[in-house]
């Protein structure tokens, strides 16, 4: 526990078999709940998370097989944010891109201000990291479109990891299926009324496995989305 607070985990993974074991052998003893939700998975994925749970009580295996266009990471998110116990819901990637190593003063950080939902931004850039060129002028271009169209700032629209107070997870009205829910999740906690939002500043560690997406494809699909949505009512 962290501030006397249960700290539940959510990894969406799909095909992660190779290195599932070494992600979660780097999540620390303060993280409460781990809830795995492959989505998928065509690889031992599924089986390694099961075994592993037997070894360790924290950990749940879990598994979301609906997809949107072929991709189901928010449908994943979704399933483990609905299933999580914890006081305080946090989701990373299931490659250790993200550094869940961090969630003890991130979640320092989010009590003693009072707030009920924490991106993670990784730009600027921390010496040393490296997210290819594309991938960054893609972020850059999303942030300044929802800062147009809904002009809310968001430093890193397609962040894979924050943090969500329990009490506020259903003013998120969560409903994207597939990687639009990355920029749904964080638009929707800045626009409510009941959520204080904001951003904390993170690094990036290395990859391990492959990445599912098509960036040009996943990012068009993300401006198209973000354009259609300021005219659903929240």
């Excluded at 599932?20 to 690889?43: A, G, M, Q, W, Y």
């Excluded at 290819?132 to 271009?141: C, E, I, Y």
């Excluded at 147009?148 to 700032?153: M, P, R, S, W």
């Amino acid at each position: 526990m962290i501030k006397n607070k249960k700290i539940s985990l959510v990894l969406p993974c799909r095909n992660e078999g190779t290195h599932l074991k070494e992600v979660l052998d780097r999540i620390p003893k303060t993280i409460d709940e781990i809830l795995i939700v492959s989505n998928k998975s065509t690889d031992n994925t599924v089986e390694i998370a099961r075994r592993l749970s037997k070894k360790d009580r924290r950990i749940i295996a879990l598994e979301d097989n609906r997809t949107l266009g072929g991709i189901g990471y928010g449908y994943a998110h979704m399933t483990g944010i609905k299933k999580a116990t914890g006081d305080i819901i946090m989701g990373a990637d299931g490659d250790a891109t993200y550094p869940i190593h961090d969630a003890s003063k991130i979640v320092e950080y989010m009590l003693a201000n009072n707030y009920d939902f924490i991106s993670c931004n990784r730009y600027p850039l921390q010496d040393g990291v490296k997210i290819p060129f594309k991938l960054q002028l893609g972020v850059n271009l999303l942030n300044w479109e929802i800062l147009l169209l809904y002009g809310i700032k968001i430093k890193d629209t397609l962040s894979g990891m924050w943090f969500i107070k329990q009490e506020v997870r259903d003013e998120l009205h969560l409903t994207m299926g597939d990687w639009n829910l990355s920029p749904q999740i964080k638009i929707n906690a800045a626009r409510s009324k009941n959520i204080r939002f904001t951003e904390y500043g993170i690094t990036q560690d290395q990859r391990l496995g492959e990445t599912k997406q098509n960036y040009f494809k996943t990012g068009f699909n993300h401006a198209m989305w973000i354009l259609k949505n300021r005219f659903v009512k929240f």
